[in-house]
């Protein structure tokens, strides 16, 4: 039986430890063997906002520079991208790269993607995603790798490999896809419609430090000590939720993986190399997304049920205005128009707020939070 996942201890963002771990968390999956000179490989990182790497929000460049001293050692040329949540263009990317810290990427010999063209390509397969725009320099390449950082997230609880090929939307038509997929099952659905489309040939998860609490972009950061990789980003996402305690229910892009047969009911059927078990973290502080309950039928009864759930006890966005500072990027960025500004502070209008958490991800100080209404504070008691 072949080998799911692959995990190893990773304590530090020292190079020699990035470079160590990386080689021996690739050899129970043959390596890097499939690697080709001249070809161009593509890394799809998590550069979510232009935040420093010890934010904890954004894969660290000591793993993506020694990623791609092993790729170029193969004879590969080595492009690095992503296109986070704002314009997809030179200027504000080239900001992300900067702080991001990608200098040490390009010292390395990686190229940070300066192709800021985008096309529409169809996706017949797709379950509810059949046509999508996506960010060229992805499609250009010869493979992809999806190199993603361990978080917790808003809308569906744990960002890590699935949610990572959002990326590939490019930033301005972001809110549209949350607009057309409100709920964290139908979004989720949609991630796994890209996951498949790109079938990225090596997944991988930097949990040296992960994010927890407010993730994806205003948690903290949290020591995990581990690096994982796969071939599949939903078993990899598998064991990453299982090692802080949550299951394929918990997490929405999880329960729409297994909708298709693509991962077990639990992370304890994985082909495993490695002692997971020894960084499993029983009190990291996670975002509560009842999914499961969301993954409803199509009758009447099973669309009222829903939606009278997603009233009483989903999780919505707040504001806690002790830490806004007025700036109006989250009305700018709701898809829903559901938030106005009253003497300079947020104001989210419950009827037409979508619950997309396009505002708690991107507000530049984290003064979006997620909270739970009081019904579902008082069913987890």
């Given at each position: 039986m072949g080998v799911d996942v692959s995990l190893v201890p990773c304590a530090s963002y020292d190079p020699a430890e990035c470079r160590r771990a990386l080689t021996e968390v690739l050899a129970p999956l043959g390596g890097l063997d499939w690697v080709r000179p001249g070809m161009r490989v593509a890394i799809k990182a998590n550069l979510v906002a232009p935040m420093r790497p010890e934010a904890a929000a954004t894969t660290h460049p000591a793993l993506l520079a020694a990623l791609t001293g092993l790729l170029r050692?193969?004879?590969?040329?080595?492009?690095?991208?992503?296109?986070?949540?704002?314009?997809?263009?030179?200027?504000?990317?080239?900001?992300?790269?900067?702080?991001?810290?990608?200098?040490?990427?390009?010292?390395?010999?990686?190229?940070l993607n300066d192709d800021f063209s985008w096309e529409t390509v169809q996706n017949p397969s797709?379950?509810?995603?059949?046509?999508?725009?996506?960010?060229?320099?992805?499609?250009?390449?010869?493979?992809?790798?999806?190199?993603?950082?361990?978080?917790?997230?808003?809308?569906?609880?744990?960002?890590?490999?699935?949610?990572?090929?959002?990326?590939?939307?490019?930033?301005?038509?972001?809110?549209?896809?949350?607009?057309?997929?409100?709920?964290?099952?139908?979004?989720?659905?949609?991630?796994?419609?890209?996951?498949?489309?790109?079938?990225?040939?090596?997944?991988l998860t930097d949990a040296v430090v992960g994010m927890e609490g407010n993730g994806p972009t205003a948690g903290t950061p949290r020591q995990v000590g581990a690096l994982l990789a796969s071939a599949s980003p939903h078993q990899l996402d598998l064991l990453s939720a299982a090692l802080i305690g949550l299951s394929r229910k918990d997490v929405p892009t999880l329960e729409a993986a297994g909708e298709r047969g693509l991962i077990p009911a639990s992370a304890e059927e994985l082909n495993v190399a490695g002692d997971w078990r020894a960084f499993r973290i029983p009190d990291y502080r996670c975002v509560a997304v009842p999914s499961s309950l969301l993954f409803r039928g199509g009758s009447v009864w099973g669309k009222?049920?829903?939606?009278?759930?997603?009233?009483?006890?989903?999780?919505?966005?707040?504001?806690?205005?002790?830490?806004?500072?007025?700036?109006?990027?989250?009305?700018?960025?709701?898809?829903?128009?559901?938030?106005?500004?009253?003497?300079?502070?947020?104001?989210?209008?419950?009827?037409?707020?979508?619950?997309?958490?396009?505002?708690?991800?991107?507000?530049?100080k984290g003064a979006m939070r997620v909270i739970r209404p009081p019904a579902a504070r008082l069913l987890s008691r």
């Open positions: 050692e193969r004879g590969a040329t080595v492009v690095i991208g992503d296109s986070p949540g704002g314009l997809w263009n030179a200027a504000y990317v080239g900001r992300v790269y900067a702080a991001a810290g990608m200098r040490a990427a390009e010292e390395a010999g990686a190229f797709g379950m509810v995603c059949h046509e999508f725009p996506c960010t060229s320099y992805l499609r250009k390449a010869d493979a992809v790798i999806d190199f993603c950082k361990f978080k917790t997230h808003g809308m569906i609880g744990f960002s890590a490999a699935a949610k990572n090929l959002f990326g590939a939307v490019p930033g301005t038509m972001k809110p549209e896809f949350h607009f057309r997929y409100p709920n964290p099952a139908d979004f989720a659905r949609m991630i796994v419609d890209l996951d498949e489309f790109f079938r990225p040939r090596l997944c009222f049920r829903g939606s009278l759930i997603q009233r009483l006890i989903c999780p919505r966005p707040a504001v806690d205005a002790s830490v806004c500072v007025g700036c109006g990027k989250c009305r700018s960025l709701c898809p829903a128009n559901a938030i106005r500004l009253e003497n300079g502070v947020p104001v989210i209008a419950r009827k037409r707020c979508i619950r997309c958490f396009c505002c708690q991800e991107f507000c530049p």
